[in-house]
């Protein structure tokens, strides 16, 4: 989107273009205007799509100059900035049809929110026929929850992606933590609940924003809540987020329920994750003969194996052969940077760039995505490359 901003604030108008440039699709500061006479006397020929409006300065006598600006660009959404509150100036921002304010200093998280909202309301962000992803841990602790919400923030930061990550344990979901210091305002109950109100607007505003186009929505933290949440409310929710999201990953945990059954009826593809050892194999084939059981298509099921280190006893065709099914990748054991990138709650990628998990989950994107992207290289450069050249 191209944004006009209004405003003498440099330091606000740096912050602005910082983050505005950090979306995707990218938001343009395309022209600026000192205060609203200045905007209002040099009316850009080709409107913006978005204003961004700081009013903390604003006097009275300049006030009525709003309605002006509104109507030479009746198409464009407005952004009021501003430090403290003026009912005057609000009420008159509300008449012409102004509905985002936020406060100053400004909180990132709630610019990008309201971006998002603007977004979705324009359709910039254009309907998509998002794929839903299903991770599961054949056994407790195979690494399910640390990869899923770690892919999740790599197709997002290397591949560009949309992606929203559904935490859908019943009880002591734990998504958010792993890649997020944030607690969840909305949980998943809390949607279920008031599913009548579900649009993508109201699905992003409840979600944990890790990083620009990957959002996080926690799970029903009170199992009563919990025990309300319908099969269909999963439907309900994967459709809309499905048109909005490029991927959305489930992190099913290892429950098999009538909620979780749901889910995986619905995933294009199930990942199963486990360690290469015997009580995980155990584990894994009775997931996979349920699988079976249900009739879900062989190649919708692909293993990954966490934590895995070559030369051990048990090959990977070994366990390919008792399972039944292909593996699509392996992720190497690095306790120290998975460690402490859980008990931080910031993401892999974020805190150990260089380690072998990080490169893991670039070649997953890859496969995946089913692209090697022709940045590609520009993509293991950027974050590995670097490294190099700061040491
Ligand atoms: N590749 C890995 N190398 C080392 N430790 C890992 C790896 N993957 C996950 N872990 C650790 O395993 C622990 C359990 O992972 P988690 O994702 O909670 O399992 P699950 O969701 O399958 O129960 C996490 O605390 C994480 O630090
Ligand atoms: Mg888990």
Same mark, same amino acid.
């Given at each position: 989107?191209?944004?006009?901003?209004?405003?003498?604030?440099?330091?606000?108008?740096?912050?602005?273009?910082?983050?505005?440039?950090?979306?995707?699709? !990218?938001?343009? *500061?395309?022209?600026?205007? #000192?205060?609203?006479? %200045? +905007?209002?006397?040099?009316? @850009?020929?080709?409107? &913006?799509?978005?204003?961004?409006?700081?009013?903390?300065?604003?006097?009275?006598?300049? !006030?009525?100059? *709003?309605?002006?600006?509104? #109507?030479?660009?009746? %198409? +464009?959404?407005?952004?009021? @900035?501003?430090?403290? &509150?003026?009912?005057e100036l609000l009420i008159r921002a509300m008449r012409v049809g102004m509905r985002e304010v936020l406060p100053l200093p400004l909180v990132h998280r709630a610019l990008h929110e309201a971006l998002d909202r603007i977004e979705i309301e324009r359709g910039v962000t254009a309907v998509r026929e998002g794929k839903a992803l299903a991770f599961m841990s054949c056994k407790g602790g195979s690494g399910a929850t640390?990869?899923?919400?770690n892919f999740g923030y790599a197709l997002a930061a290397l591949a560009g992606r949309k992606v929203l990550l559904l935490d859908l344990h019943g009880q002591f979901g734990d998504a958010t933590l792993y890649v997020s210091d944030q607690k969840p305002a909305m949980t998943l109950s809390d949607i279920c609940s008031q599913i009548g109100r579900l649009d993508a607007a109201f699905l992003e505003s409840c979600l944990?924003?890790?990083?620009?186009?990957?959002?996080?929505?926690?799970?029903?933290?009170?199992?009563?809540?919990?025990?309300?949440?319908?099969?269909?409310?999963?439907?309900?929710?994967l459709r809309v987020a499905r048109q909005h999201y490029d991927y959305v990953l489930l992190d099913v945990g290892r429950q098999i329920d009538a909620l979780s059954l749901r889910a995986l009826d619905q995933a294009d593809a199930i990942y199963p994750v486990l360690q290469l050892a015997l009580?995980?194999?155990?584990?894994?084939?009775?997931?996979?003969?349920?699988?079976?059981?249900?009739?879900?298509?062989?190649?919708?099921?692909?293993?990954?194996?966490?934590?895995?280190?070559?030369?051990?006893?048990?090959?990977?065709?070994?366990?390919?052969?008792?399972?039944?099914?292909?593996?699509?990748?392996?992720?190497?054991?690095?306790?120290?940077?998975?460690?402490?990138?859980?008990?931080?709650g910031i993401p892999l990628l974020q805190l150990a760039?260089?380690?072998?998990?990080?490169?893991?989950?670039?070649?997953?994107?890859?496969?995946?995505?089913?692209?090697?992207?022709?940045?590609?290289?520009?993509?293991?450069?950027?974050?590995?490359g670097r490294a190099e050249a700061e040491h």
């Open positions: 989107m191209k944004a006009l901003l209004i405003s003498n604030d440099e330091r606000l108008q740096a912050e602005l273009a910082a983050q505005g440039s950090a979306r995707l699709p !990218a938001l343009q *500061l395309s022209a600026g205007r #000192r205060d609203l006479r %200045d +905007a209002v006397e040099r009316v @850009l020929p080709a409107p &913006p799509e978005l204003v961004l409006f700081d009013a903390s300065e604003v006097e009275p006598p300049q !006030a009525q100059l *709003l309605e002006s600006l509104a #109507r030479h660009y009746p %198409d +464009a959404s407005f952004i009021l @900035l501003t430090r403290a &509150p003026q009912h640390f990869l899923a919400t944990v924003h890790v990083a620009p186009g990957y959002g996080v929505l926690g799970a029903a933290d009170d199992p009563t809540m919990a025990m309300q949440m319908k099969p269909d409310h999963i439907d309900a929710i009580p995980d194999i155990r584990d894994g084939r009775r997931l996979l003969d349920i699988f079976r059981s249900l009739g879900y298509p062989a190649g919708r099921t692909r293993l990954i194996v966490n934590r895995y280190e070559k030369g051990g006893k048990l090959r990977l065709a070994d366990l390919e052969q008792a399972l039944g099914a292909e593996v699509l990748h392996t992720v190497p054991n690095d306790y120290l940077s998975a460690t402490d990138s859980v008990n931080q760039r260089h380690s072998p998990v990080a490169r893991s989950l670039a070649e997953l994107v890859e496969a995946v995505t089913e692209r090697r992207l022709p940045e590609s290289k520009g993509l293991f450069d950027r974050l590995f």
